[in-house]
């Protein structure tokens, strides 16, 4: 196991600190979470194996500071209050690997600052919008739906370990509320009602060399826009994992994990 | 006391197992499947007569409200029914209660021109309501992220008071909305500007903002008084620790009535219409209730801990006639009934000045509900009226101009 920081940086005017989980050894690497919110999870343990990873908490979406969110108005303050924490990390130019909302987010950074981003990592990323194939807004799906629009083996161990709640009530009334605020302060903040804010027309301005990780089973966003992101990212590449669903890096972590690790070393 | 009829303007005709085939009966019923355009014609139009013989019977008020792509109720403008029934009783004592324009999906200063034309139809008898809205009509009709629904609340409900009070042109440069150029043609009649009520469904939020605004909170529940108790409690508490007075005014309340001759009748003759008010126009799916952000943090939680609502939810479809009437969602009975559980449960029980009533309830027909209408105008609504008024309270939040002409009434 590897010692997993939690380090505060101030951002946007120093209105809002950001907590950012730092951990391993190695060169810099950033990782955006989704819309569910960061855990420290065995795809970031591997990774931290030979990288240094800083995975930043979503303004909202640190315990004991729900409304550092409401200070943003939208996308694009998002988009700079990540650009201040690069600076204030000291990332001059780093790899970005963003999942589902965060792989819009690293996107658009990737879009906005292409001088920065030198690797990028977009798994199951949301941003782009076909009206022949409409992602279906997660809230929508009843509670008992989501795990078959998450995951391959929505029984399997990883389900069970992503969907894992307390057993004591006050306990899982407290996670619940966290997990509902995670996706409040993402999706219902800043990708509401359809995740189209506009990246099509940016994401032709990506330079970094980028790789595109999609679950072939993924329900949630259908895998049809892996194609759609690599046909707009100059050079990009695209990894269509078996067997694995809108969380492939959990879902098949011994084939992603090096894929990913191939493709940031080369 | 003020008593005030309260429409949905309802599908009332409902396959019988429509909870069965359809997964909801707002944001996805088919309407290909489910409507019959001329029958719907007729139901507009029973509406708008069932409100307005309301306020020839003597009703203190008349109300309307807004849902979207809902089969319980489609007043997707209310301002449109409004306006109609504003010219339609003329003449009458009676307020326009529109509960009303959703605030976060309707252009504020629009929705300042809106109320401005319908007091000035109706000549000053105008109740502005400014719902927060839910979060099927917000966030997943009209698209507004949820977590902005709120602040957008605010910032509109602020512009529409400036809009309304301000002589001068003003430009506003808001958070969600920018005019370079507010002059609202016309003004209302009403000054400094009709009263405001905010009609809510029990948000620890919504209840600090209220009682921070000096406004009427109206808690627009299905499920009864007993129910309300530990909410009205909340609201109370909420406008104590303001240091505002218990004003009874400030408190309104939507209750479900039947009346008839006698207990009986009133279950024969209403028992199915409750029923399928309970069982299908409340059929919607849990998770439709609050997209991610619809509350904030505090009432997520509060709500969370306290899962009595959810199961109650779900328990309605286990209920029968009975049940909703021993559980007071539904007061039902004779005038002697009705009127002695409002009381006691509602309007002492709560503290409310401001009571609503639906009369018409999910299937309940036209002429029955007439009936409902017409027995409780003449057998129940007198027995209310004065209620509070040996306790001397003021009413700051009706018409005037209606408070004056009830003055001129009493000691003529």
Avoid at chain 2, 31 to 60: C, H, T
Avoid at chain 2, 117 to 122: A, F, H, K, N, Y
Avoid at chain 2, 125 to 146: C, E, Q
């Amino acid at each position: 196991m590897v010692q997993v920081q939690d380090r505060t940086v101030s951002t946007w005017s120093d209105e809002i600190t950001v907590h950012v989980k730092t951990a391993g050894s190695g060169p810099p690497l950033v990782f955006l979470h989704g819309a569910g919110g960061l855990r420290w999870d065995p795809f970031l343990e591997g990774l931290a194996q030979s990288y240094t990873v800083y995975a930043p908490e979503g303004p909202g979406t640190t315990p004991g500071d729900p409304d550092a969110v409401r200070k943003l108005d939208d996308l694009w303050d998002l988009v700079f209050l990540y650009s201040d924490l690069l600076d204030r990390l000291g990332l001059e130019r780093v790899p970005i690997i963003g999942h589902s909302f965060g792989g819009m987010l690293a996107a658009e950074l990737a879009a906005c600052y292409p001088e920065r981003v030198s690797k990028l990592v977009l798994i199951a990323p949301i941003g782009l919008w076909r009206d022949d194939v409409p992602i279906r807004n997660i809230a929508t799906y009843p509670p008992e739906e989501l795990p078959k629009a998450l995951f391959y083996d929505p029984e399997g161990e990883v389900a069970r370990m992503v969907l894992a709640m307390p057993q004591d009530g006050e306990e899982a009334a407290e996670a619940q509320a966290r997990f509902i605020w995670a996706m409040a302060s993402t999706i219902g903040k800043f990708a509401w009602p359809i995740p189209d804010k506009g990246l099509k027309k940016r994401i032709y301005r990506i330079r970094a060399p980028t790789l595109i990780v999609w679950g072939k089973d993924d329900r949630l966003v259908p895998p049809v826009y892996a194609e759609e992101f690599a046909r707009r990212i100059p050079g990009a590449r695209v990894a269509m994992i078996e067997r694995a669903g809108h969380l492939p890096q959990l879902e098949q972590l011994e084939q992603v994990l090096p894929t990913v690790r191939q493709f940031l070393a080369a | 006391m003020k008593i005030s009829m309260f429409h949905l303007m309802p599908h009332r005709e409902l396959p019988d197992d429509f909870e069965k085939r359809y997964e909801s009966v707002w944001v996805t019923p088919p309407w290909w499947e489910l409507a019959d355009p001329e029958r719907v014609s007729q139901y507009y139009n029973w509406s708008l007569d069932e409100l307005i013989y309301a306020a020839k019977m003597g009703f203190d008020g008349i109300c309307t409200n807004e849902h979207h792509q809902n089969a319980y109720g489609f007043m997707p403008n209310p301002n449109l029914m409004g306006s109609a029934l504003a010219k339609m009783t003329n003449g009458l004592d009676v307020a326009i209660v529109q509960m009303g324009s959703t605030l976060p999906t309707s252009p504020p200063i629009r929705v300042a021109e809106e109320y401005a034309m319908i007091d000035q139809i109706s000549g000053g008898r105008l109740i502005a309501g400014m719902p927060l809205g839910t979060s099927m009509d917000v966030n997943f009709i009209y698209g507004v992220p949820p977590m902005d629904q709120r602040p957008r609340w605010r910032e509109a409900h602020d512009l529409i008071v400036k809009a309304w009070t301000t002589n001068e042109i003003f430009a506003w440069n808001g958070r969600y909305y920018q005019y370079g150029m507010v002059n609202i043609w016309p003004r209302p009649v009403q000054q400094p500007h009709p009263p405001i009520w905010v009609p809510g469904a029990g948000s620890v939020s919504t209840w600090d903002l209220v009682a921070e605004l000096g406004h009427v909170y109206c808690f627009l529940s299905y499920f009864g008084a007993k129910a309300a108790k530990r909410f009205a409690e909340g609201f109370w508490e909420a406008v104590a620790r303001r240091g505002l007075d218990l004003n009874p005014y400030r408190f309104g309340f939507l209750q479900l009535v039947c009346v008839s001759e006698t207990d009986a009748r009133a279950e024969e003759e209403y028992g199915r219409h409750v029923e399928y008010f309970y069982h299908k126009d409340l059929h919607i799916p849990l998770h439709l209730f609050a997209a991610p952000g619809h509350q904030d943090y505090r009432s997520l939680v509060s709500s969370l801990k306290n899962p009595a609502i959810v199961e109650a939810w779900l328990a309605l479809k286990e209920m029968r006639f009975r049940d909703f009437n021993e559980q007071s969602f539904v007061i039902a009975g004779s005038p002697a009934t009705v009127r002695d559980r409002l009381v006691e449960e509602v309007i002492r029980g709560l503290r409310v000045g401001n009571l609503m009533v639906l009369l018409q309830i999910g299937s309940m027909p036209h002429e029955l509900t007439l009936k409902n209408i017409d027995l409780f105008a003449r057998e129940v609504l007198p027995h209310l009226r004065h209620y509070w008024e040996d306790e001397g309270w003021e009413n700051h939040w009706w018409p005037k101009k209606l408070l004056k002409a009830e003055g001129a009434a009493s000691s003529s």
